[in-house]
């Protein structure tokens, strides 16, 4: 047995935490409870205005005050409630229950990010890398249902999470992510691509997408980056690449001495927006978190998958209870005003 048929057999309804939870089909006929006590003082001013009078001589203390004699106001009590019960029960209570499923087809999404070492290079801060792993984050949280996985390279590339809407697992992943997780040195744009296709292959998603984040050449791997976009566009998948940092002097940590060393930074950018083009997709440049953090919500909006929701209300009614206590009440006042409690005098 449920908390609210338990409530109900202790008479839980009547409570006013209850009350206070319904919804009111018919609202407004709460309004008219008010009026119930308001005509029964009128009716008694009336009454007591125009009724017959008979003047009666009784000797004094004859008539003595008696705790008894106000059992004659329970008949109107009794028809007062019944009329306030009625109005309850006029006014429809409920309580909704209310379910909101929420699906989409989805999209199968690979974020390939490069972690080579020219990542630590400080024109965004901290660094690229870090900076890519908080946009990224935030990319993550706002999907829905959408598969993503990881793919990380340097001189060879790994697939480092399955696609998966596991949102806390990835963004744990992409925490721990780090330079010395490949010891190869180079960029592999092209085996990225290559291990996030494999990824892909399989997927039976509407939309399959590689995000490709890199900031040098492809100086290492045994594929070519346009063979391997060939490949992606072979089996359906969009390539979007992003070309991150600035080109030429740099900023790239401290010296033994403490002072800001420099070093020249280049980018294949040729490469890239050949790869994206070749995938359907297009390519982005990147030279500050903040235009990072712009293409990452570009891509956002391109690739949103439409969300539907399905709504499941369940209505339950409770009128019958304050119907029945109405009538229960009405009848007492039938069965009542003609007994000894009624004031025959004022009949």
């Given at each position: 047995m449920d908390n609210l048929t338990l409530a109900e057999i202790n008479f839980?309804?009547?409570?006013?935490?209850?009350?206070?939870?319904?919804?009111?089909?018919?609202?407004?006929?709460?309004?008219?409870?008010?009026?119930?006590?308001?005509?029964?003082?009128?009716?008694?001013?009336?009454?007591?205005?125009?009724?017959?009078?008979?003047?009666?001589?009784?000797?004094?203390?004859?008539?003595?005050?008696?705790?008894?004699?106000?059992?004659?106001?329970?008949?109107?009590?009794?028809?007062?409630?019944?009329?306030?019960?009625?109005?309850?029960?006029?006014?429809?209570?409920?309580?909704?229950?209310?379910?909101?499923?929420?699906?989409?087809?989805?999209?199968?999404?690979?974020?390939?990010?490069?972690?080579?070492?020219?990542m630590k290079i400080e024109d965004f801060r901290p660094n690229r890398m870090e900076a890519a792993k908080e946009v990224a984050n935030e990319f993550i949280e706002g999907r829905f249902q959408d598969r993503i996985?990881?793919?990380?390279?340097?001189?060879?590339?790994?697939?480092?999470?399955?696609?998966?809407?596991?949102?806390?697992?990835?963004?744990?992943?992409?925490?721990?992510?780090?330079?010395?997780?490949?010891?190869?040195?180079?960029?592999?744009?092209g085996s990225a691509l290559a291990v996030a296709t494999n990824r892909m292959r399989e997927s039976t998603a509407k939309s399959k997408v590689i995000i490709l984040l890199s900031d040098g050449e492809n100086t290492a791997g045994s594929l070519n980056p346009t063979t391997a976009a060939e490949l992606a566009y072979a089996y359906g998948i969009k390539i979007y690449s992003i070309g991150v940092g600035k080109e030429g002097r740099v900023p790239y940590g401290k010296d033994m001495f403490g002072q800001t060393r420099y070093v020249e930074s280049s980018l294949d950018e040729s490469t890239l927006r050949e790869m994206a083009q070749i995938g359907q997709g297009e390519f982005f440049r990147a030279t500050s978190k903040n235009s990072l953090e712009r293409v990452f919500a570009r891509i956002d909006e391109y690739e949103k998958s439409e969300i539907k929701e399905r709504k499941y209300v369940?209505?339950?009614?409770?009128?019958?209870?304050?119907?029945?206590?109405?009538?229960?009440?009405?009848?007492?006042?039938?069965?009542?005003?003609?007994?000894?409690?009624?004031?025959?005098?004022?009949?």
């Open positions: 839980g309804w009547l409570s006013p935490s209850q009350l206070s939870s319904y919804t009111w089909e018919f609202g407004w006929v709460l309004f008219l409870i008010p009026l119930v006590p308001f005509l029964f003082v009128l009716r008694w001013l009336l009454f007591y205005k125009f009724r017959q009078r008979l003047d009666i001589a009784l000797p004094e203390g004859a008539v003595e005050f008696s705790k008894v004699s106000l059992l004659r106001y329970l008949p109107p009590v009794f028809l007062g409630l019944a009329f306030v019960f009625f109005l309850v029960a006029l006014a429809r209570p409920q309580t909704t229950d209310e379910h909101v499923d929420r699906w989409t087809e989805g999209i199968d999404i690979m974020l390939a990010l490069d972690i080579s070492h020219s996985g990881i793919v990380i390279f340097s001189g060879e590339a790994v697939s480092y999470a399955p696609l998966t809407t596991d949102y806390s697992l990835l963004k744990n992943l992409i925490n721990d992510i780090d330079f010395s997780m490949i010891e190869k040195s180079g960029t592999a744009i369940n209505t339950k009614d409770y009128y019958q209870y304050y119907l029945i206590t109405g009538i229960v009440f009405f009848l007492l006042w039938l069965l009542t005003k003609g007994s000894f409690l009624t004031n025959a005098l004022e009949d």
